[in-house]
C-alpha cells in the first residue's frame, strides 16, 4: 500500500511540477530525496511566532552525481535503519553498531543506492571507506573517534558507492560483522 502511494505521489509530483523541487515536497517524502538539479533535499525545523516548530523541505548545496529526481522508498529507509523525519544530515549514526548493520546489509548495500551514496560519502568525510567500515566496523570507528576529525558535511561526488563492488551477493567487505 504504502508503495502505492509513493508511486502515485511521484507520479503527481513530477507530472504537476514539472520537476522535483525540493521546497515542494511535503516533509514526509523529504529526507533522502534528490531534486531535479541532482542537490540533495534536506528536512529542517524552524520554530513560529507562536512556540510551534515547523517543518520544512529545503534543497541543500551538497549535489549527487549518478542520480536525479529521487524519492527515496519507504522499503529503502526502513531497510537502511534511517527514520524519514531526520531533520538534516549527520555522519554521527556511523558511530552505531545497530545502524552500521543495517546500512551494511544486503537489503540496503546492495537495494539502495541513494542511501549508500550518502552515506559512503558521509564517511570518506570521517576520513574512512564505507566497504572498510562494514568489513571491521569495530576498529574503523575507533580510528574515527581517535582522529578527533569532524567532517563539514557530505562530500556527495569525490567517489561513488559505485567504486566499490556491488553484486548480487553479499560482498564480503560490506557484510555486517558482530559487534
Given at each position: 500500500?504504502?508503495?502505492?502511494?509513493?508511486?502515485a505521489m511521484s507520479v503527481?509530483?513530477?507530472?504537476?511540477?514539472?520537476?522535483?523541487?525540493?521546497?515542494?515536497?511535503?516533509?514526509?517524502?523529504?529526507?533522502?530525496?534528490?531534486?531535479s538539479s541532482g542537490k540533495?533535499?534536506?528536512?529542517?525545523?524552524?520554530?513560529?511566532?507562536?512556540?510551534?516548530?515547523?517543518?520544512?523541505?529545503?534543497?541543500?548545496?551538497?549535489?549527487?552525481?549518478?542520480?536525479?529526481?529521487?524519492?527515496?522508498?519507504?522499503?529503502?529507509?526502513?531497510?537502511?535503519?534511517?527514520?524519514?523525519?531526520?531533520?538534516?544530515?549527520?555522519?554521527?549514526?556511523?558511530?552505531?553498531?545497530?545502524?552500521?548493520?543495517?546500512?551494511?546489509?544486503?537489503?540496503?548495500?546492495?537495494?539502495?543506492?541513494?542511501?549508500?551514496?550518502?552515506?559512503?560519502?558521509?564517511?570518506?568525510?570521517?576520513?574512512?571507506?564505507?566497504?572498510?567500515?562494514?568489513?571491521?566496523?569495530?576498529?574503523?570507528?575507533?580510528?574515527?573517534?581517535?582522529?578527533?576529525?569532524?567532517?563539514?558535511?557530505?562530500?556527495?561526488?569525490?567517489?561513488?558507492?559505485?567504486?566499490?563492488?556491488?553484486?548480487?551477493?553479499?560482498?564480503?567487505?560490506?557484510?555486517?560483522?558482530?559487534?
Amino acid at each position: 500500500m504504502a508503495l502505492i502511494i509513493f508511486l502515485a505521489m511521484s507520479v503527481l509530483l513530477h507530472g504537476a511540477l514539472g520537476e522535483l523541487v525540493c521546497e515542494q515536497l511535503p516533509v514526509e517524502l523529504c529526507s533522502y530525496s534528490i531534486a531535479s538539479s541532482g542537490k540533495r533535499c534536506l528536512l529542517e525545523n524552524f520554530p513560529t511566532k507562536d512556540g510551534d516548530v515547523k517543518y520544512q523541505c529545503k534543497t541543500s548545496e551538497v549535489v549527487v552525481d549518478i542520480m536525479q529526481e529521487w524519492i527515496e522508498s519507504d522499503e529503502c529507509v526502513s531497510s537502511c535503519g534511517l527514520d524519514r523525519n531526520t531533520v538534516g544530515i549527520s555522519s554521527d549514526a556511523l558511530l552505531q553498531a545497530q545502524f552500521l548493520a543495517k546500512l551494511c546489509s544486503n537489503d540496503c548495500y546492495q537495494a539502495c543506492p541513494n542511501i549508500v551514496d550518502l552515506y559512503f560519502n558521509l564517511a570518506l568525510g570521517e576520513g574512512v571507506y564505507l566497504p572498510d567500515l562494514c568489513a571491521n566496523p569495530r576498529r574503523s570507528l575507533s580510528a574515527t573517534r581517535s582522529s578527533g576529525y569532524a567532517a563539514p558535511g557530505p562530500l556527495s561526488g569525490l567517489v561513488s558507492p559505485a567504486a566499490a563492488p556491488i553484486t548480487g551477493d553479499v560482498d564480503p567487505a560490506c557484510a555486517p560483522s558482530a559487534i
